[in-house]
């Protein structure tokens, strides 16, 4: 166990000491002489901050349409349908999750064509950003259902029915009630919505048109460029953003909802 | 519950128009199993069972196939043991550092794939020197797995109470059969809840397994990856992920039977 | 993967073809000198063929020697275990510099290496000279693919000759008219198909961009679209820059690229012959040139690892892969012109295409001669210049992020 968190975090730790250094540009090799370059590079080309913010901008637009889509979804299934159709929903969310993830962008590819399904009902994105974050937060969506779901599950029905006693309206009885103890587990689906938008390279080439983000520029400069320490640094920006989110975070409690 | 015919309404519309979002791409790629264009135009021109034939005939399919079990099931079974040690060790034992743990075991899902993939490909191959493919793919699924059985083993031991395995301690049995006679079987369906989602996680993992994978193991998503590339290939990826759509019925299912409370567990997921 | 990833590992190429010019003269006094100025280190040849080994091991781009795995139909390594008792184990790699470093490990006899992977493998002994006198079959190979500066070195042949393609101008003739005659369709800043243009998704497309100013702007000196200076790789970026409004996305891999013709969401790009022959055969509109200036291609070749354990296999299978048979069915799958004159005749009667060697131009040397043939960019300029420092792929990387934005 230790092991494996050690191994883990020594994983890490080599990837950012790989940061420092830079290749040769004579044989390719690494060389391992500190230099603080890789960083100079990302902070002064204005290209990298477009991509972070890109990318960013991205990761919170499809966790707030997950968590838009999720909420109402979750309550209805945690605190409207009865257990059998309960049940049938648990599959029904958990199903997607097994058909393949490429498959899946694919799919939306082909949805999202300018003579594809969608143009038939009068939307054509196109692909680009508005089809990426389309996309993504399909993908994503059952990982944010299922910790609201959870989280909604917890909360008892007489807090709901109580709020209504008092004569509260629906929207009150959800603002003031459901969303401040759903509200963890949100913050939990949102670390897996956020983490995974930033991570993505794959559907992004899928369905992002020319748009270019910040996982594709990591796995390019390792694949293509084989550039691994430029990679690193550039790996420590979401690792960063992460980090400060889940310190945010901690304190909501969304930790132990994940 | 006691809720206005209005808001239900609005619930139940809200679930059917999300589940239809849902499923119509799903749809759309059982359709396009039977599409005669290989690469998938809209409309189909025609519907064609060629693709399902061609695809039962593929042994590169069923390897991967086997690959991709084969190292879901051992990731699953690491992060059960591993996790569930974990978090017996962070319920039961107050020490330093406890946050610090969990935060650990959560990283590894948290962080974006192509980070962890990129460092676990880094420390396999230039720490370590371990030359990529099945048992790195284990072991980098594993590490972001841990976590799922992680997560809900905890919840379960802190909605149960101490105060059994105490007794059971009073009894005169050892920590072991404590641990067999009263703390798995409260734990089985956490386990189980866990351990089906460790799997649909290691199953369906890409970035992370390219960057472990090396040449010479294949995983499904891997396969599919690479024959989306290769030409006239796509349409028999396609009758793959239909296939896996109506097959990945069958562990929920099993999970379902195998214990009725599991859907309360499963809500604990991830 | 096919090509996309090909491209991919034009980087670590680059830094050893320097490698290989900067410390050349510490190599063995009975090296070969290529042209690139770099001496090959002393690898033996085999002088005669002895008892076959019975096992041999391939590295191949997938698609290049299939053995029915993923399609029963779809099988010429069976056959050629048949007829040599060699059993063959493939592995496919997914980009050159993968298959660089497997070479090294000493476990694979074979590998189908590409223009930008093969000079780093004969710089860095990992495979050895072929005796083109033991393949019968070489007779056959077209003689504009034999003794090139990317397979051989000062007369030396390092390989096989497997085929090879070009990267066309292709466009939907429905949308794009008058037909173009030019990359200028592609590049000129308003285009009326803005919106629709699919470029290459890889560095290495910035050589399409330095092809289109050697023609249009001979000023900047451009001789060789792989060697540009500073200023050159600027004058090439700049006009990428004012391409990347315009372009509706850039494609790596041959489905997206084929739906997107087909769908119409590209209408004008650049693409290679195999796809427009499925865009064709899915009965779409679609055209491809290759115009007057020329393009860029790849051209790959097969080579024997140094370390070989089979080398008699290794032989067996290059012999095969060059042959008629063997070179037709992977250059019929893989979508490229076949080195070999007699493959044509094959693909004609076995798979029943007469035309395809004319649809790829199998036979045309004036056409292969207007082909760039991707190599890597290194900082020894590739035309020869001396005085000035070249761009290297790393550079080219670093604006192709740029470029994107």
Redesign the interface.
């Known amino acids: 166990?230790l092991w494996?968190?050690v191994?883990?975090?020594?994983?890490?730790g080599?990837?950012f000491l790989?940061a420092f250094w830079t290749?040769?540009?004579?044989?390719?090799d690494l060389v391992k002489v500190f230099t603080l370059d890789n960083f100079r590079q990302l902070l002064q080309?204005p290209?990298?901050r477009?991509?972070t913010a890109r990318t960013l901008g991205v990761a919170v637009l499809v966790t707030l349409v997950d968590a838009a889509?999720a909420l109402?979804?979750a309550?209805?299934?945690?605190?409207?349908a009865r257990?059998g159709l309960?049940?049938l929903?648990?599959?029904?969310?958990?199903?997607?999750?097994?058909?393949?993830?490429?498959?899946?962008a694919?799919?939306?590819?082909?949805?999202l064509?300018?003579?594809?399904?969608l143009s038939w009902l009068g939307i054509s994105p196109?692909?680009g950003l508005t089809g990426l974050v389309v996309t993504l937060a399909?993908l994503w969506?059952p990982?944010m259902i299922?910790?609201v779901?959870?989280g909604l599950?917890k909360l008892p029905?007489s807090l709901?029915?109580a709020s209504?006693d008092l004569g509260a309206p629906?929207l009150t009885t959800f603002r003031r009630v459901v969303l401040p103890l759903v509200f963890p587990a949100l913050v939990a689906g949102s670390?897996?919505t956020f983490?995974?938008t930033?991570?993505?390279?794959?559907a992004v080439?899928?369905v992002?048109?020319?748009t270019?983000m910040l996982?594709n520029?990591?796995?390019?400069?390792?694949?293509?460029?084989?550039?691994?320490p430029f990679?690193?640094a550039y790996?420590v920006v979401?690792?960063l953003v992460?980090l400060g989110y889940?310190g945010v975070v901690?304190r909501t409690g969304a930790?132990?909802n994940? | 519950m006691t809720m206005s015919r209005g808001l239900r309404a609005f619930l139940v519309g809200c679930t059917a128009v999300v589940l239809t979002i849902v499923y119509v791409p799903l749809a759309l790629v059982l359709l396009n199993s039977f599409n005669v264009s290989k690469s998938f135009a809209w409309p189909p021109s025609g519907l064609t069972l060629r693709w399902w034939q061609a695809a039962g005939h593929s042994t590169g399919a069923r390897h991967a196939l086997l690959v991709s079990v084969e190292v879901g099931l051992l990731a699953t079974a690491v992060s059960l043991v591993l996790g569930t040690m974990a978090a017996l060790a962070l319920q039961r034992a107050r020490f330093f550092g406890r946050n610090a743990v969990s935060l650990l075991i959560i990283l590894p899902i948290a962080l974006p794939g192509i980070v962890t993939g990129l460092a676990l490909n880094n420390a396999f191959t230039s720490l370590f020197g371990l030359q990529l493919g099945f048992f790195t793919i284990v072991v980098a699924h594993a590490t972001f797995c841990i976590v799922t059985v992680f997560n809900n083993v905890q919840a379960r031991l802190r909605r149960m109470s101490e105060s059994l395995e105490e007794a059971s301690a009073d009894l005169g049995a050892r920590p072991f059969t404590t641990f067999r006679l009263v703390t798995f079987p409260l734990l089985r369906s956490a386990l189980l809840a866990g351990g089906l989602l460790a799997f649909a996680l290691s199953f369906d993992e890409i970035i992370v397994t390219t960057f472990t994978a090396g040449g010479h193991e294949q995983t499904l998503p891997i396969w599919i990856f690479q024959n989306l590339f290769r030409p006239n290939q796509t349409p028999v990826v396609n009758v793959v992920a239909a296939a896996l759509i109506v097959l990945s019925a069958v562990p929920i299912w099993l999970a379902q039977r195998l214990s009725q409370e599991v859907e309360g567990a499963v809500s604990a997921a991830p | 993967m096919k090509h996309p990833r090909r491209v991919a590992a034009l980087a670590a190429v680059a830094a050893l073809a320097l490698a290989v010019s900067g410390c050349g003269s510490s190599s063995g006094s009975g090296g070969k000198k290529s042209a690139a100025g770099f001496t090959a280190p002393d690898v033996p040849m085999a002088k005669k063929l002895g008892t076959k080994e019975g096992a041999v091991s391939i590295l191949a781009w997938p698609g290049y020697a299939e053995d029915g795995s993923n399609d029963p139909k779809t099988d010429w390594v069976t056959p050629f275990e048949k007829a040599t008792g060699c059993q063959a184990t493939v592995k496919y790699f997914g980009t050159s510099d993968e298959a660089v470093n497997l070479i090294k490990t000493g476990d694979y006899d074979v590998v189908s290496a590409s223009g930008d992977a093969t000079l780093r493998l004969i710089a860095g002994g990992d495979v050895a000279p072929v005796n083109t006198s033991l393949l019968t079959n070489y007779g056959d190979i077209r003689s504009f693919l034999k003794d090139q500066p990317y397979n051989s070195v000062d007369g030396q042949m390092y390989g096989m000759p497997q085929g090879w393609g070009a990267n066309l101008l292709t466009y939907n003739p429905d949308v794009v008219k008058p037909a173009p005659t030019s990359w200028s369709s592609v590049f000129e800043s308003s285009s009326p198909y803005a919106g629709k243009i699919t470029p290459y998704d890889s560095p290495i497309y910035i050589a399409d961009a330095a092809l289109y100013l050697m023609n249009t702007n001979p000023d900047l000196g451009i001789k060789n679209p792989y060697a540009l200076d500073k200023e050159q790789l600027a004058k090439a970026v700049a006009v990428l820059k004012a391409q990347r409004p315009q372009v509706s996305e850039y494609w790596s891999d041959y489905l997206k690229q084929q739906q997107a013709f087909e769908s119409g969401d590209s209408v004008i790009g650049t693409s290679w012959q195999f796809i427009v022959n499925l865009i064709d055969a899915d009965k779409k509109p679609i055209k491809a040139i290759l115009p007057d200036e020329g393009s860029t291609g790849w051209s790959d070749t097969w080579m024997i690892a140094a370390k070989s354990k089979h080398p008699n296999c290794a032989y067996a299978w290059l012999d095969y892969i060059g042959g008629p048979d063997g070179n037709a069915a992977s250059a019929y799958y893989f979508g490229e012109a076949p080195a070999n004159t007699k493959a044509c005749d094959v693909i004609a009667t076995t798979d029943k295409d007469p035309s395809f060697c004319d649809t790829f131009h199998a036979a045309d040397e004036a056409y292969a001669k207007k082909l760039w043939y991707w190599t890597t960019p290194v900082s020894d300029c590739l035309d020869g210049r001396t005085k000035v420092k070249c761009t290297t792929y790393a550079d080219w990387t670093q604006a192709w992020t740029e470029i994107k934005g």
């Open positions: 166990m494996l968190g191994a883990y975090l020594g994983a890490l080599a990837l790989a290749t040769n540009e004579f044989t390719g080309l290209v990298y477009t991509i889509l109402p979804v309550f209805f299934m945690a605190k409207v257990p309960q049940r929903l648990v599959i029904a969310v958990l199903m997607p999750l097994w058909a393949s993830y490429l498959v899946k694919y799919a939306w590819r082909g949805m064509s300018q003579s594809g399904p196109g692909y399909y969506l990982y299922l910790p779901y959870a599950q029905d709901l029915e209504a629906a670390i897996f983490s995974l930033m991570g993505d390279y794959i080439k899928i992002g048109g020319p270019q996982g520029v990591v796995a390019d400069n390792y694949g293509v460029a084989n550039n691994l990679a690193a790996a979401p690792v992460m889940l901690r930790l132990e994940l």
